[in-house]
């Protein structure tokens, strides 16, 4: 049975988690939320990849065979030193710029992600890579995974942020939006009522769970079954962790700390 250790700033990984818990139902899942430390998107590269290497040093020891940085901005920042610094399977993700300017009709993309990830070197190669004729508008969105660490995914506060951070977009003729950090997931549907019904949303999480699945395969195919289980750690507040997660999770979750912050 394959354990893959999954990290994210906080509790927008979890919208890649229940990905992987569809496509790999047996295998084993620890889930690190390193809430004490969220938000990533506006923390240096260097803070970022500190970070990465002591979770993934958590989860190594909890067992994990391949880890999963469930993070536009941690992947951007770190993932390259933990492919340097550990041996198993690291992956990443990135918004998902490939799929978006095949989708288009109007010909403009809107890009909602944290400033770390827009600023990377990473998000340039890959609009520099899979952007060609297609117009592609960014938008960094200070302010909006604090709304999903706290559970609130439809108040009066997000919907007004989110109202101001796609307008832009939308005023631009963006008409497929790439939600570019995990936390959005969460929001689609409150994005759906502001940007309207016709706007398409594209999402990484999916993507993320079948390359997963690939190299399992093909790096560890002894160990593709067993018995499904889910553990989850914070590094935050663990009352308020357990109900967020149980609620984003879909079902009660019990939420340990970290032996370390
Ligand atoms: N969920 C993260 C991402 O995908 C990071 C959000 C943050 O902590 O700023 O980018």
Redo the contacts with the bound molecule.
């Keep these: 049975m394959a354990t893959i250790g999954v990290f994210?700033?906080?509790v927008?990984?979890l919208s890649v988690l229940q990905h992987i818990r569809q496509i790999l139902p047996h295998a084993r899942l620890i889930y690190v939320a390193d809430s004490a430390h969220?938000?990533?998107?506006?923390k240096s590269a260097h803070y970022i990849e500190q970070r990465a290497v002591a979770l993934t040093r958590f989860l190594v020891k909890q067992g994990a065979d391949a880890i999963v940085i469930?993070?536009?901005?941690?992947t951007a920042a770190a993932a390259a030193t933990l492919r340097r610094e550990f041996s198993i399977p690291v992956i990443g993700?990135e918004p998902a710029v490939k799929p978006a300017v095949a989708a288009t009709k109007s010909g403009v993309v809107g890009v909602l992600?944290?400033i770390?990830?827009l600023e990377s070197a990473r998000f340039a190669a890959l609009l520099e890579r899979y952007a060609g004729d297609v117009g592609i508008v960014t938008q960094g969105c200070p302010g909006l995974?604090e709304q999903v660490e706290t559970g609130d995914l439809h108040g009066i506060r997000t919907r007004e942020l989110i109202e101001r951070y796609t307008a832009p977009l939308l005023s631009r003729g963006a008409d497929t939006l790439i939600l570019?950090?995990?936390?959005y997931p969460f929001l689609a549907p409150l994005i759906r009522e502001v940007a309207g019904e016709r706007i398409t949303l594209i999402d990484t999480g999916e993507a993320v769970a079948r390359h997963l699945q690939r190299r399992l395969l093909a790096e560890l195919p002894e160990r593709t079954s067993g018995d499904a289980s889910a553990q989850f750690f914070t590094t935050g507040d663990e009352t308020q962790a357990t109900r967020i997660m149980s609620v984003l999770w879909g079902n009660a979750v019990e939420v340990r700390p970290l032996p370390f912050t």
């Design positions: 994210d700033s906080g927008g990984g969220v938000p990533y998107g506006d469930a993070c536009n901005t941690a993700m992600a944290t770390g990830t995974v570019g950090c995990t936390h």
